[in-house]
């Protein structure tokens, strides 16, 4: 029986559930040799990502993709597994053709298909073809990285996990973003220290530490307490400290690399830093890789790590942690207990509280402190990315028990309710909304604060019938407080914007949260659902339009966000291929100008029609 989009709906389905054994349909990602598992993983993500950027129409499934590359004298001819209309699309193994010498073809692995692809998208935009050197060198970084994941984590017993399940979850990402080209690219790191430092081969590591004299002693809370205290919880157990001096932590790559600095070398001279070394107990790196956690711990570091890491160097700004404190004060002026009040499923963690060393500008010490409510024995909540991220099989040529976290989850609730898969799926969608979709739209409704709640940023707790039941949203680099609402803000908390970028116009900030939480999160996991044969795509968009819908007549403060993402005919999205391509920092310069962005064709608008 084929299915929505052309699937082979029962092996997939029965795949997804466990049951498809060496009869589900044969997927790239399984294949028993862990390179060309990997090869076939960068090859899909990179393509994916360059006909969403470049508006390229995908046929349908058991189609063949025409991609002319007149730049390079190539077509890509690659075959279609999956259509999405959200664009998760799946596809299988390319053919490159010299345009002019036949018929003839030959396979096309990531490095080839990276540098046509990339050459198109410099020289056929007018821009040298070297300066693409540099974007698919991280493509190939990618596809070495994730292939090392993937060996490694072929060999575990089957069933293993991570140290609790919020850890197994932020372990998960094995392959990546679905749209990005080089989602697990991580330069100027050896293969021993990525052993240690890589969620997805389970790392860990002590903390590097180093004394600081009080005169360049610098940071803040929300609470008001200093940042020899804020950090007191986590040094008791260091040992003896230098006299009249506070630890401050580091993560170890980053404690070699900051020592080549002259700033932070002058310090050292001057006796006022001291490197002490790794100590203490060892904490997991999270999704982030430099956000870290351990289940025993009252909170989560995210640590500054100048490694450059997909698009940008994860070095910590003090104006972005100063964010994270303003932002901890002005809702808990308000805005939490509110939320609270109204879905105490909900919850925001705050990163309320940062410690750094030196006067003047980032040394590369600056650490963010963040609440920790996922401690052994307390709620697990589940980062929505690793739900979603794409499992591959053992590496004998099977698929996986599960193809993922979230279709082992709809398993559990088809069989408690007793409902079909789709089913299913619509129901846990719905509960989706209600504990995380809702809270984040009403924040902003409410008081115009805004975030960005991509999927790496929001996480849930699930039931016992695998439903969502709790939801959360962690980090403080991206809050924005819409002008029609600044005046009200500054009631709450005066002096909320002094000094930072914080309020912005509002069509802007719709615009940024319309991409976050509207095509990242929300119609990304629609299409995770399609991409993994779980449910119909549009069954899916009409549920989701439904809640919106309601939302946008109860929330006459959420219309301008609600009109954009339910009628609007494009939105603008984030364009991770070609900000990779141009060598752009996200991390560098403006909000507005970080990225490049595009536009993309509104399927919550066409699902309307």
């Known amino acids: 029986m084929e299915g929505p989009e052309g699937l082979d709906w029962v092996a997939t389905r029965e795949a997804a559930e466990g ?123 990618s596809a070495a990285r994730t292939g090392a994941h993937l060996v490694r984590r072929r060999v575990e017993k089957p069933g293993a996990r991570g140290a609790t399940p919020f850890l197994d979850a932020e372990q998960a990402l094995l392959l990546g973003h679905p749209f990005h080209p080089a989602p697990k690219s991580r330069e100027e790191a050896s293969d021993s220290e990525l052993d240690a430092y890589s969620p997805e081969l389970r790392g860990e590591f002590p903390l590097h530490w180093f004394a600081v004299h009080p005169d360049i002693l610098v940071g803040e809370s929300a609470d008001g307490r200093t940042p020899a205290e804020l950090l007191r919880p986590l040094t008791a157990g260091l040992g003896q400290q230098p006299d009249g001096m506070t630890v401050v932590p580091a993560h170890p790559w980053q404690a070699r690399d900051i020592l080549a600095r002259p700033a932070v070398g002058a310090l050292v001279d001057a006796g006022l830093l001291r490197p002490l070394g790794p100590a203490g107990p060892h904490w997991y790196p999270t999704s982030s890789v430099r956000t870290v956690h351990r289940p025993d711990a009252d909170v989560m570091l995210k640590l500054s790590l100048g490694m450059r890491i997909t698009n940008s160097r994860r070095n910590n700004l003090r104006s972005e942690m100063r964010l994270g404190v303003r932002a901890a004060r002005l809702l808990a002026a308000g805005p939490a207990a509110r939320l609270r009040a109204e879905h105490p499923e909900f919850g925001l963690l705050r990163d309320f509280g940062w410690v750094s060393a030196g006067l003047e500008g980032e040394t590369g010490l ?141 069509a802007f900030v719709d615009e940024r949260v319309a991409y976050y939480l509207g095509i990242n999160n929300l119609l990304g996991l629609v299409g995770a659902f399609g991409a993994l044969g779980l449910a119909d795509e549009g069954d899916l968009l009409r549920v989701l339009r439904a809640r919106l819908e309601r939302l946008r007549a109860a929330e006459p403060g959420a219309r301008g966000l609600l009109d954009l993402l339910l009628d609007a005919p494009v939105l603008r999205c984030k364009g991770n291929y070609l900000t990779c391509v141009d060598g752009l920092d996200e991390l560098v310069g403006d909000v507005q100008s970080q990225s490049v962005y595009v536009d993309l064709t509104n399927p919550l608008a066409e699902a309307h029609r």
């Open 19 to 141: 049951r498809g054994g060496a009869h589900a349909p044969s997927d790239p990602l399984d294949h028993p040799d862990h390179l060309r598992a990997a090869d076939s993983a960068a090859t899909e993500a990179l393509l994916r990502a360059y006909v969403r950027e470049t508006h390229v129409d995908v046929p349908g499934p058991g189609g063949v993709l025409h991609l002319p590359l007149p730049c390079s004298a190539l077509t890509l001819r690659v075959p279609v597994r999956h259509r999405s209309v959200t664009g998760w699309h799946r596809f299988g193994a390319v053919q490159v053709v010299a345009d002019g010498q036949g018929r003839g073809s030959m396979p096309g692995d990531v490095g080839l298909v990276a540098a046509a692809l990339v050459r198109e998208s410099t020289l056929g935009r007018g821009v040298l073809p070297h300066l693409g050197g540099d974007a698919v060198a991280r493509v190939l970084n």
């Open 366 to 506: 600056e650490t963010a402190v963040r609440d920790n409510p996922f401690k052994t024995g307390g709620p697990q909540g589940l980062c929505v990315a690793g739900i979603v991220a794409e499992r591959t099989g053992p590496g004998d040529g099977s698929p996986p028990a599960y193809r993922s976290l979230l279709s082992e989850a709809v398993a559990r609730t088809a069989r408690a309710h007793g409902v079909s898969t789709a089913e299913a799926s619509a129901r846990w969608l719905a509960a989706y909304l209600d504990v995380l979709a809702v809270p984040l739209i009403r924040l902003q409704a409410w008081y115009g604060i805004a975030l960005e709640p991509h999927h790496q940023n929001t996480l849930v707790a699930l039931d016992a019938h695998g439903l969502p039941r709790a939801g959360w949203y962690r980090d403080s680099q991206g809050y924005y407080v819409a002008a029609s609402h600044a005046a009200a803000v500054e009631r709450l908390l005066p002096g909320a914007a002094d000094g930072l970028d914080l309020v912005f116009d509002d």
